[in-house]
Nanobody, 116 residues
Framework: QVQLVESGGGLVQAGGSLRLSCAAS????????MGWYRQAPGKQREFVAR???????NYADSVKGRFTISRDNAKNTLYLQMNSLKPEDTAVYYC??????????WGQGTQVTVSS
């Protein structure tokens, strides 16, 4: 089992920055891919960014060039640096981990609110 705990959300003005963190615990060795998803009110959860155990990254087009995902394996922590935030980035952000056996794990989410 893997437990994920997000932190770092909050209220920020448009154009500002936030850094989200996701601390992983449990069977860390089983984790292959980690990523971030978000869900805005009334919308489905959507992919934001992912990073593989080898460091390969992918981003949604809507955040490319503004967000950076990184992973500190020594600290078992995933990060999402979010710059040039827009009101449309407002959502609950969820940390996700996928094991080598394709088990999916989710954190509880952290709220990000961007004011205009």
């Amino acid at each position: 089992q893997v437990q994920l705990v997000e932190s770092g959300g909050g209220l920020v003005q448009a154009g500002g920055s936030l850094r989200l963190s996701c601390a992983a615990s449990g069977t860390i060795f089983s984790i292959n891919v980690m990523g971030w998803y978000r869900q805005a009110p009334g919308k489905q959860r959507e992919f934001v960014a992912r990073i593989t155990s080898g460091g390969r990254t992918n981003y949604a087009d809507s955040v490319k060039g503004r967000f950076t995902i990184s992973r500190d394996n020594a600290k078992n922590t995933l990060y999402l640096q979010m710059n040039s935030l827009k009101p449309e980035d407002t959502a609950v952000y969820y940390c996700n981990a996928i094991s080598y056996t394709n088990l999916n794990y989710w954190g509880q989410g952290t709220q990000v609110t961007v004011s205009s």
